[in-house]
């Protein structure tokens, strides 16, 4: 049976036993979506695209998009008729 070591910040020692499980806070670190993305050349259209909806995205000089939230990345790729079957 093997046997699990972690560091305590509280203790400031290793102490044996699986560490506790760190909550999320909910910052969604951004992404930039290549899946989503258009050829270099079109990456001027698409920003044109969002804010003619209203949206502020950043596009990549790539031409992909940088999701700031999951809801804006939901929302973002539904108004191109895009949906992302593996998303939450």
């Known amino acids: 049976m093997s046997k ?5 910040k509280e203790l400031d020692t290793v102490v044996e036993g699986r560490a ?3 909550r999320k806070t909910g910052d969604w670190p951004p992404i930039e979506c ?3 993305g ?3 050349q079109q990456a001027q ?4 695209f969002f804010s003619k909806h209203g949206e502020s995205v950043e596009v ?3 031409g992909n998009p940088v999701y700031t939230s ?3 990345r ?3 790729l539904k108004l191109r008729g895009l949906h992302d079957r593996n998303s939450f």
Do not use: G, M
């Open 4 to 8: 699990f070591f972690h560091y305590d």
């Open 20 to 22: 506790p499980v760190e």
């Open 34 to 36: 290549i899946a989503s």
């Open 38 to 40: 258009v050829a270099p």
């Open 45 to 48: 259209e698409l920003r044109d």
């Open 60 to 62: 990549t000089s790539d």
């Open 70 to 72: 999951s809801s804006q």
């Open 74 to 76: 939901k929302r973002l």
